[in-house]
């Protein structure tokens, strides 16, 4: 893969992106995009040797003015529609703006994406529903009504009679009955002999619907969405409102990433887009749709069959979801088009569930930190505890909660696309094949590693055997985090990020490249395999992410006036899978007792999961939204300063005296000018 900064092709070769993985290259114009992906390494699946039968080879290309990537792609970006794809079409459908890859040829400046249903190592999107006590109150239960019958001598209509069976039997009082729902009712009691199943949902406003009509006493399929709508992957829960049981769990990637693969990319091509934000609002649409289609065929359910949804998202997905303009949270005061809790029709944002199928979507909580930061909160429930406690939920855009009994805060800090595998050289989004695990030992300086789908450590003799069908193919986040640390441990790293020699570490794995050093990690050439390497690059990238988790954290402690933390929460998809011993050794959290460090998994999934099963919890967290104080790196003017000091590894001021007594630090220095190793130990103060 080479960067864009050090293309040395002739100026008239196009430059082609491919998403998600963000890898690039120039190639002749001419060349197929099969072929410009396996020129360039891309994760791009054919089966039947590029003749377009297999259709493996679809990709998505993405027109339109791309500042993140320094290019604008014309449409003429690829050759027109040849037979071959205008056949395939013909009798098995593209989706729009869909091309083969094998049969559409570059011929300038292009950013294509490859969807999972594309890629030879399929996505482990890894969301799933954390197990914990949830009283099931939903928001929308059932309810069995035994309607008197029509008497001419005291003529009402059959809603009416049905109103006056849910008041006697229920209490339940003022419900409305869309009108659609008319018809099947009055069909209902014919077929019931005067008795039916409701299902009746209650809005937060106290306002209360039927959105289900059944004849008889029924049982019907009653299942609810609890989303965890990321900027990255979108993970959905589906759950029974009834029994509370998670049915089906599964995740795609954001389609948006296409479109920037952070939020600011995204505000950005809103702005520099006629109709750019629009087109991000169906794209997640479509591919809420989707997953719900896929859960419930895996339950063995129909769509029709969900009858709510929860959403948890940041403030600019929560935008684009909605419709609404992302551009005013580019920049101060980062207005907020509602902050409040919603509920709506699902048909109101394109969702194809039951026909009166309702939606919640959490409070927003400032304009940079969202309804996935609400739900941590409610899920994680700080507020309520005596230690002061840490929550981060790890993920392109970090959501940082600081707080106990006494007081709480929040903020949204940007670290990237790197610690999800991006923007690393051999990185990788998590899926077979990806090293996820890595060792080195600080004698030797050779590494070992687990991959993705296998349990046995590289150094295995089985190894071989059982990643046989998955190969090695990169490194994920958790691998490149851990990667670094380990690299640090073993004194191949210093302080400020840099990579030694081979004279200067004792291995020849540390090797040259350019006027810096790569550690290789593993060479899969001789076997037509990848070469593995942490280069001075990733090094940076993860540096930069980890700086920029650290620093919004360090506000927040700043806000509560403390040097310490008494426990650390990590949350996410990528924080559930993070060694918190790595993680500190990086630097991306505050020194702290190990022991004091724990993994909530998905806590945003989680309070998604407890607000869909839960009315009350509901009304809990729009209340806690009031209370918490918010925090806005963007116009702090300390985040600068404490992202600087979060650059070195662990840290340039704060001393973690906690750390050091347990794991060791080496202090080379490979500077151009050498050193003593006493640098970044000198000068020492609190952070």
């Given at each position: 893969?080479?960067?864009?900064?050090?293309?040395?092709s002739?100026?008239?070769?196009?430059l082609?992106?491919?998403?998600?993985?963000?890898?690039?290259?120039?190639?002749?114009?001419?060349?197929?995009?099969?072929?410009?992906?396996?020129?360039?390494?891309?994760?791009?699946?054919?089966?039947?040797?590029?003749?377009?039968?297999?259709?493996?080879?679809?990709?998505?290309?993405s027109?339109?003015d791309?500042s993140?990537?320094?290019?604008?792609a014309?449409?003429?970006a690829?050759?027109?529609f040849?037979?071959?794809?205008?056949?395939?079409?013909?009798?098995?459908?593209?989706?729009?703006?869909?091309?083969?890859?094998?049969?559409?040829?570059?011929?300038?400046?292009?950013?294509?994406?490859?969807?999972?249903?594309?890629?030879?190592?399929?996505?482990?999107?890894?969301?799933?529903?954390?197990?914990?006590?949830?009283?099931?109150?939903?928001?929308?239960?059932?309810?069995?009504?035994?309607v008197?019958?029509?008497?001419?001598?005291?003529?009402?209509?059959?809603?009416?009679?049905t109103?006056?069976?849910?008041?006697?039997?229920?209490?339940?009082?003022?419900?409305?009955?869309?009108?659609?729902?008319?018809?099947?009712?009055?069909?209902?009691?014919?077929?019931?002999?005067?008795?039916?199943?409701?299902?009746?949902h209650?809005?937060?406003a106290?306002?209360?619907?039927?959105?289900?009509?059944?004849?008889?006493?029924?049982?019907?399929?009653l299942?609810?969405l609890?989303?965890?709508?990321?900027?990255?992957?979108?993970?959905?829960?589906?759950?029974?409102?009834?029994?509370?049981?998670?049915?089906?769990?599964?995740?795609?990637?954001?389609p948006?990433?296409?479109?920037?693969?952070?939020?600011?990319?995204?505000?950005?091509?809103?702005?520099?887009?006629?109709?750019?934000?629009?087109?991000?609002?169906?794209?997640?649409?479509?591919?809420?749709?989707?997953?719900?289609?896929?859960?419930?065929?895996?339950?063995?359910?129909?769509?029709?069959?969900?009858?709510?949804?929860?959403?948890?998202?940041n403030?600019?997905?929560?935008?684009?979801?909605?419709?609404?303009?992302?551009?005013?949270?580019?920049?101060?005061?980062?207005?907020?088009?509602?902050?409040?809790?919603?509920?709506?029709?699902?048909?109101?944002?394109?969702?194809?569930?039951?026909?009166?199928?309702?939606?919640?979507?959490?409070?927003?909580?400032?304009?940079?930190?969202?309804?996935?930061?609400?739900?941590?909160?409610?899920?994680?429930?700080?507020?309520?505890?005596?230690?002061?406690?840490?929550?981060?939920?790890v993920?392109?855009?970090?959501?940082?909660?600081?707080?106990?009994?006494?007081?709480?805060?929040?903020?949204?800090?940007?670290?990237?696309?790197?610690?999800?595998?991006?923007?690393i050289?051999?990185?990788?989004?998590?899926?077979?094949g990806?090293?996820?695990?890595?060792?080195?030992?600080?004698?030797?300086?050779?590494p070992?590693?687990?991959?993705?789908?296998?349990?046995?450590?590289?150094?295995?003799?089985?190894?071989?055997?059982?990643?046989?069908?998955?190969?090695?193919?990169?490194?994920?986040?958790?691998?490149?985090?851990?990667?670094?640390?380990?690299?640090?441990?073993?004194?191949?790293?210093?302080?400020?990020?840099?990579?030694?020699?081979?004279?200067?570490?004792?291995?020849?794995?540390?090797?040259?490249?350019?006027?810096?050093?790569?550690?290789?990690?593993?060479?899969?050439?001789?076997?037509?395999?990848?070469?593995i390497?942490?280069?001075?690059?990733?090094?940076?990238?993860?540096?930069?992410?980890?700086?920029?988790?650290?620093?919004?954290?360090?506000?927040?402690?700043?806000e509560?006036g403390?040097?310490?933390?008494?426990?650390?929460v990590?949350?996410?998809?990528?924080?559930?899978?993070?060694?918190?011993?790595?993680?500190?050794v990086?630097g991306?959290?505050?020194?702290?007792?190990?022991?004091?460090?724990?993994?909530?998994?998905?806590?945003?999934?989680?309070?998604?999961?407890?607000?869909?099963?839960?009315?009350?919890?509901?009304?809990?967290?729009?209340?806690?939204?009031?209370v918490?104080?918010?925090?806005?790196?963007a116009?702090?003017?300390?985040?600068?300063?404490?992202?600087?000091?979060?650059?070195?590894?662990?840290?340039?001021?704060?001393?973690?005296?906690?750390?050091?007594?347990?794991?060791?630090?080496?202090?080379?220095?490979?500077?151009?000018?050498?050193?003593?190793?006493?640098?970044?130990?000198?000068?020492?103060?609190?952070?």
């Amino acid at each position: 893969m080479s960067d864009a900064s050090q293309d040395t092709s002739p100026a008239q070769d196009p430059l082609v992106i491919f998403t998600p993985s963000g890898k690039r290259g120039r190639v002749p114009s001419g060349t197929s995009v099969l072929a410009a992906a396996r020129q360039l390494g891309v994760d791009l699946d054919s089966v039947c040797g590029g003749r377009g039968v297999c259709s493996k080879c679809q990709v998505q290309p993405s027109f339109g003015d791309h500042s993140k990537h320094g290019i604008t792609a014309n449409a003429d970006a690829l050759t027109e529609f040849n037979a071959v794809e205008e056949r395939y079409d013909r009798v098995r459908g593209l989706k729009t703006g869909r091309r083969l890859g094998c049969q559409a040829c570059v011929t300038g400046d292009v950013v294509l994406d490859v969807p999972p249903e594309s890629q030879v190592h399929k996505q482990v999107v890894r969301k799933a529903a954390t197990t914990r006590h949830i009283e099931i109150d939903p928001a929308t239960r059932l309810y069995y009504v035994e309607v008197a019958e029509a008497d001419m001598h005291d003529p009402s209509g059959d809603w009416e009679r049905t109103e006056i069976a849910l008041k006697t039997q229920f209490d339940l009082d003022g419900i409305a009955l869309p009108f659609a729902l008319l018809a099947p009712l009055q069909k209902a009691l014919l077929d019931g002999k005067n008795t039916a199943t409701l299902a009746v949902h209650t809005a937060r406003a106290g306002a209360t619907k039927v959105v289900g009509v059944w004849p008889k006493f029924a049982e019907p399929n009653l299942y609810g969405l609890a989303v965890d709508l990321g900027s990255t992957t979108i993970a959905a829960h589906l759950t029974n409102l009834v029994t509370g049981e998670v049915k089906a769990s599964g995740g795609v990637m954001n389609p948006q990433i296409r479109f920037g693969e952070d939020l600011m990319s995204r505000v950005s091509y809103a702005m520099m887009n006629e109709g750019g934000a629009a087109d991000m609002t169906v794209a997640v649409r479509d591919a809420m749709n989707a997953l719900a289609a896929e859960l419930t065929a895996e339950a063995g359910l129909a769509v029709t069959d969900i009858f709510e949804t929860v959403f948890v998202m940041n403030p600019v997905m929560h935008h684009l979801l909605l419709g609404l303009d992302p551009i005013p949270l580019g920049q101060a005061p980062f207005a907020l088009a509602t902050s409040s809790a919603m509920d709506l029709e699902a048909s109101d944002i394109d969702l194809n569930f039951a026909p009166h199928a309702q939606v919640y979507i959490l409070p927003l909580i400032a304009g940079h930190v969202g309804a996935d930061a609400a739900a941590v909160a409610l899920s994680e429930a700080p507020q309520t505890v005596d230690p002061l406690t840490l929550i981060v939920d790890v993920g392109t855009n970090a959501e940082i909660i600081l707080g106990n009994k006494t007081r709480v805060l929040a903020c949204s800090s940007p670290t990237g696309p790197a610690f999800e595998g991006a923007q690393i050289s051999s990185g990788q989004r998590a899926a077979p094949g990806a090293i996820e695990r890595v060792e080195i030992d600080p004698v030797t300086k050779e590494p070992r590693f687990k991959v993705i789908g296998c349990d046995l450590w590289s150094t295995d003799s089985e190894f071989a055997v059982q990643t046989a069908t998955t190969g090695v193919s990169g490194i994920c986040g958790s691998g490149i985090i851990e990667a670094v640390a380990e690299m640090r441990m073993a004194g191949l790293l210093d302080a400020g990020g840099l990579i030694g020699s081979a004279e200067q570490t004792g291995t020849p794995r540390c090797r040259p490249t350019g006027r810096t050093h790569a550690y290789l990690v593993f060479d899969g050439s001789a076997d037509g395999g990848p070469v593995i390497e942490v280069t001075q690059g990733d090094i940076r990238a993860i540096q930069l992410a980890k700086s920029a988790l650290y620093a919004g954290a360090r506000l927040l402690m700043d806000e509560f006036g403390t040097d310490t933390v008494e426990r650390v929460v990590l949350a996410g998809a990528f924080g559930a899978h993070i060694s918190p011993k790595h993680a500190m050794v990086l630097g991306m959290i505050p020194d702290c007792p190990l022991e004091d460090v724990t993994s909530a998994g998905n806590a945003a999934g989680t309070g998604a999961q407890i607000a869909l099963l839960n009315v009350a919890a509901r009304r809990e967290v729009e209340a806690l939204v009031h209370v918490i104080t918010k925090v806005e790196t963007a116009i702090e003017p300390r985040f600068q300063e404490h992202f600087v000091a979060a650059n070195a590894i662990p840290h340039a001021t704060a001393p973690f005296d906690g750390l050091r007594a347990i794991v060791p630090l080496p202090e080379p220095s490979f500077n151009a000018g050498g050193g003593d190793g006493a640098r970044g130990r000198r000068g020492r103060r609190r952070g």
